[in-house]
């Protein structure tokens, strides 16, 4: 069945650091990718998406890279700010359902 | 619109009595998703409507939980008979299709706690 595999954390970073969270999918079909975050306290909010092969989803200086080759959908940012911390959901959505991930926490220590 | 809503915030039942969550999604959204989210991993899929048409019911899904979206817009969750491992987040989203990609909004969620 359709499932999605996240890096498992949790990852604390300092500000300003790299930050990769690695995301591969099994889908039948062509799925659309989504990255969703949760801030402490607050709901899931959509931070970026893909719809196909090789597309680029990007919001808040965070980027994503649909790779079918690969089934992988990696988030990444430059430079981490504390307010960055949160919980990371990947997604898949291949028509009716959505699939997410476990989900990573990201602590960003000044 | 502000979004998506969900009522109540937070319910603490004893086990075996019945629980009724709303969510009301945002107004022009034809879907809506329940999902349910533990501690520690991501939302599950529980069901889906589109309109006021349950079109997908997950198979891990309980006789005891029921679904309703009586008029195409808002939508109530039932738990019957709860037990201790219902304990969890209760999760609402919504969406409009559009295309080939279905972003969804999430409610606030409810929390309930079976004691």
């Known amino acids: 069945g359709d499932s999605v595999t996240q890096m498992e954390g949790p990852v604390t970073l300092s500000e300003e650091a790299f930050l990769t969270i690695n995301c591969t999918y099994t889908?039948?079909?062509?799925?659309?990718l989504f990255w969703y975050v949760q801030y402490p306290g607050e709901g899931l909010q959509l931070l970026l998406k893909?719809?196909?092969?090789?597309d680029k989803g990007s919001n808040k200086g965070f980027e994503a890279t649909y790779r079918k080759e690969t089934t992988s959908f990696h988030l990444e940012k430059g430079s981490v700010q504390v307010s960055d911390s949160a919980v990371y959901f990947c997604?898949?959505?291949?028509?009716?359902?959505?699939?997410f991930g476990t989900g990573t926490s990201l602590t960003v220590i000044p | 619109d502000t979004g998506v809503s969900q009522d109540p915030r937070h319910k603490i039942t004893k086990r075996g009595q019945n629980v009724t969550f709303r969510c009301d999604p945002i107004?022009?959204?034809?879907?809506l998703y329940w999902y349910r989210q533990t501690l520690g991993q991501g939302p599950e899929f529980l069901t889906y409507?589109?309109?006021?048409?349950?079109?997908?019911k997950s198979r891990l899904l309980s006789d005891r939980f029921s679904a309703e979206r009586p008029k195409g817009s808002f939508s109530t969750l039932e738990i019957q008979r709860t037990e201790q491992g219902d304990s969890a987040m209760y999760l609402c989203?919504?969406?409009?299709?559009?295309?080939?990609?279905?972003?969804?909004?999430f409610g606030p969620g409810t929390r309930l706690t079976v004691t």
């Open positions: 989203a919504s969406s409009l299709e559009t295309g080939s990609s279905y972003e969804q909004y």
């Open positions: 889908a039948t079909g062509y799925p659309s």
């Open positions: 893909a719809t196909k092969a090789d």
């Open positions: 997604a898949l959505n291949t028509g009716n359902q959505f699939y």
């Open positions: 107004s022009e959204h034809n879907r």
């Open positions: 409507f589109q309109n006021e048409a349950q079109l997908e």
